[in-house]
């Protein structure tokens, strides 16, 4: 029997065949039209019916999965969840409200973004999960973090009744400017400091601020894809740059904005060598131009030198440095900065007060300031450096060891993930994602974070997993393969031995 669904409907909303796939499925489910234990058809059924690729179909089921929709029985199929909550239909509005050209484009993003985080929600019980990529909480201090809560309130909580400017607390930017000065080398000044409520605020604020309708941005492809939509919504276009083994290649671009991640590429990895740095500062120079430096979790770095970041090598002041605690400290802390030029320092503030008049989130800006000028900061940067490099080599020797013809892991000296090239086929990429699934066992598609066409990769998390969890993760991954071997799915390592 075949599948009924509203596929063309949600073909015209969505840009990508998988998500117009995974609404028509959830509608269809939302709806009572595929009630609870209902068996859905296999991915290339799926994919023959409705004219999209096999690797479309498994996105979109795995999506489902991810927020509970529907549940995969190993050698029975993929069904509807039991006990989905169906929503009450209520009658739509007399009138939809009138969006802007920009307010219709920031939606679609919006819920293009929810889809592509959907590998990072909680997985299933008994799922060993590559996907996440953060700090557990019961590695995080939190003894040393109260106190320095209780600190901020004052005596009696005198100081709760206090805000802060738009610039944000003056004692976290003091506190940054001496943490910047001693480990990164980057003289800065806290007047020229702007704290934000994570660092993508921040971004999308320069964005509004140096970018006109229509202006270009040179960005990393691939790269974090909340910058290229970031650059949509404030009415510019990406400019897409490659990036290879050794970061983002240079060129003349004609733009006037450009975004980086040099101390550690998103997603690769990869460290922009001396002379690209260079090349990139010459570029700025002879341009006229911008470059956002984009600093997301360079700091947990276990091996390799020390990296100069752009802005200590930037004397024209064309380099703005962004950063952000919710790698090191917890996700729940949304607290991100700017270092900024000089001259750029009072359009920036300006423009922040419009939105933020009281700088949000006091109490913890002034804990944080005491907690890094406390020393327990540095302290536990150390203490989850040694941790997570641990963790680190554990995934490199078992995939080394378990799944060295699978994928091939970049280089990786710093942060929470490794980039790891896919060593087979395409096509036999998308059905493996499938086959790990099935042994229970997640991992992040990398292809999401190219703007162009590129051969598969992905990005395993590492930092939330103990090592004997990872050692058992990469062999579920093996059998993966091999199960794939016995279905009848030849590759180059049918003579392999995986268990």
Request: glycine share 10%.
């Amino acid at each position: 029997m075949e599948l009924g669904l509203p596929f063309e409907t949600y073909v015209e909303q969505y840009k990508y065949k998988y998500l117009a796939m995974y609404h028509a499925i959830r509608a269809a489910i939302h709806s009572g039209r595929l009630p609870e234990g209902t068996r859905l058809p296999a991915t290339r059924e799926l994919a023959k019916l409705y004219g999209i690729s096999r690797g479309s179909a498994a996105q979109s089921y795995d999506m489902l999965m991810a927020e509970g929709y529907v549940v995969s029985r190993q050698g029975s199929g993929t069904f509807v969840a039991e006990g989905i909550t169906v929503p009450q239909q209520t009658s739509p509005p007399a009138a939809a409200p009138l969006l802007s050209a920009w307010g219709r484009r920031l939606a679609e993003l919006r819920d293009e973004s929810a889809e592509l985080r959907q590998m990072e929600l909680a997985p299933p019980k008994g799922t060993i999960s590559f996907a996440d990529a953060r700090m557990p909480m019961e590695d995080f201090p939190y003894d040393e973090w109260r106190s320095a809560l209780n600190y901020a309130g004052g005596s009696g909580g005198r100081e709760l009744s206090s805000g802060a400017p738009p610039a944000g607390s003056m004692e976290l930017r003091q506190a940054i400017a001496g943490h910047l000065r001693f480990t990164r080398g980057i003289q800065a000044e806290p007047e020229h400091i702007v704290i934000f409520s994570g660092s993508m605020q921040g971004i999308v604020l320069l964005f509004q601020l140096l970018l006109d309708p229509g202006d270009h941005a040179v960005i990393e492809d691939p790269g974090y894809d909340g910058i290229r939509r970031g650059v949509y919504a404030s009415g510019g276009i990406p400019l897409p740059a490659p990036v290879d083994a050794s970061g983002l290649v240079p060129a003349d671009w004609e733009a006037r904005l450009l975004v980086v991640s040099p101390s550690r590429q998103y997603p690769t990895g990869a460290v922009l060598p001396l002379e690209r740095r260079r090349a990139l500062l010459n570029w700025a120079r002879a341009r006229q131009a911008y470059i956002i430096e984009d600093d997301y979790d360079s700091e947990l770095r276990w091996g390799g030198k020390p990296i100069e970041p752009l802005k200590m090598l930037d004397d024209e002041g064309r380099v703005i440095f962004v950063g952000s605690f919710s790698k090191t400290m917890f996700t729940g802390l949304r607290i991100g900065y700017a270092v900024l030029p000089p001259s750029f320092a009072h359009a920036v503030i300006t423009a922040k007060s419009l939105y933020d008049p009281i700088s949000p989130g006091v109490l913890e800006q002034r804990a944080l300031a005491r907690f890094i000028a406390s020393g327990g900061y540095g302290r536990h940067l150390r203490r989850m450096t040694r941790r997570y490099g641990a963790r680190y080599r554990a995934l490199r020797e078992a995939m080394d060891a378990h799944a060295g013809g699978l994928f091939r892991l970049r280089p990786c000296d710093a942060g929470l993930h490794v980039y790891a090239d896919w060593l087979q086929s395409p096509a036999e990429y998308h059905a493996f994602r499938q086959a790990a699934r099935s042994r229970g066992v997640l991992f992040r598609d990398a292809t999401v974070y190219s703007c162009t066409p590129g051969p598969p990769g992905a990005c395993f998390g590492f930092s939330q997993l103990e090592q004997a969890r990872i050692e058992a993760g990469v062999l579920r991954l093996a059998s993966a393969w091999a199960d794939m071997q016995k279905n009848g799915k030849p590759g180059m390592m049918e003579r392999e031995h995986f268990y």
